[in-house]
T-cell receptor
Framework: AQSVSQHNHHVILSEAASLELGCNYS??????LFWYVQYPGQHLQLLLK??????LVKGIKGFEAEFIKSKFSFNLRKPSVQWSDTAEYFC????????????FGKGTKLSVKP | DGGITQSPKYLFRKEGQNVTLSCEQN?????MYWYRQDPGQGLRLIYY???????QKGDIAEGYSVSREKKESFPLTVTSAQKNPTAFYLC???????????FGEGSRLTVL
């Protein structure tokens, strides 16, 4: 079955540390990839997305992600985290183009210590 | 403001009762979705609809029902057949060709 895996359940960092959250998907065909963020008490919102083209995607709030097709990966990165980045992050994949369903990973909780 | 409105935000229900969660969108999106979010489980798809008067089961549809009589509305009924209904329920919508989902603020259902 198609799936999205996020390797880390909970990541704890100090402010200014660099962040990389892993995401792998299990499908070899057309795939659209997303990272969503859920700040405490807020609704899920889109951080960035990849459909095609440049595999390095830049999103809001200084986040970026790199699509590596050979590794079926779409890792999220930020060079220097802030306390306000404390949130839960979800990787998602839409398999088979725009008609497919969005499959979510189980999420990674990020806690940033001030 | 354009967006997705879910109600109620919090709901308590006794075992054996059905409950309906409301989801309305004014984004003119074709597709609407219901997800269930449990700690450590991520989001799991319950039902989705790509067009009015049509909907499909997601991965965990048992014990739930939906309707899509209007483009703007996609209510979810949690029936008494749902064995573990206490959860956070998220409604979302999308323009089909972009694939990006927009989410409501969620409804937290607690069964007593």
């Amino acid at each position: 079955a198609q799936s999205v895996s996020q390797h880390n359940h909970h990541v704890i960092l100090s402010e200014a540390a660099s962040l990389e959250l892993g995401c792998n998907y299990s499908y070899g065909g057309t795939v659209n990839l997303f990272w969503y963020v859920q700040y405490p008490g807020q609704h899920l919102q889109l951080l960035l997305k990849y459909f095609s083209g440049d595999p390095l995607v830049k999103g809001i709030k200084g986040f970026e992600a790199e699509f590596i097709k050979s590794k079926f990966s779409f890792n999220l990165r930020k060079p220097s985290v802030q306390w306000s980045d404390t949130a839960e992050y979800f990787c998602a994949a839409r398999i088979g183009g725009s008609q497919g369903n969005l499959i979510f990973g189980k999420g990674t909780k990020l806690s940033v210590k001030p | 403001d354009g967006g997705i409105t879910q109600s109620p935000k919090y709901l308590f229900r006794k075992e054996g009762q059905n409950v309906t969660l409301s989801c309305e969108q004014n984004l003119n999106h074709d597709a609407m979705y219901w997800y269930r979010q449990d700690p450590g489980q991520g989001l799991r798809l319950i039902y989705y609809s790509q067009i009015v008067n049509d909907f499909q089961k997601g991965d965990i549809a048992e014990g739930y029902s939906v309707s899509r009589e209007k483009k703007e509305s996609f209510p979810l009924t949690v029936t008494s057949a749902q064995k573990n209904p206490t959860a956070f329920y998220l409604c979302a919508s999308s323009i089909l060709r972009t694939g990006e989902l927009f989410f409501g603020e969620g409804s937290r259902l607690t069964v007593l």
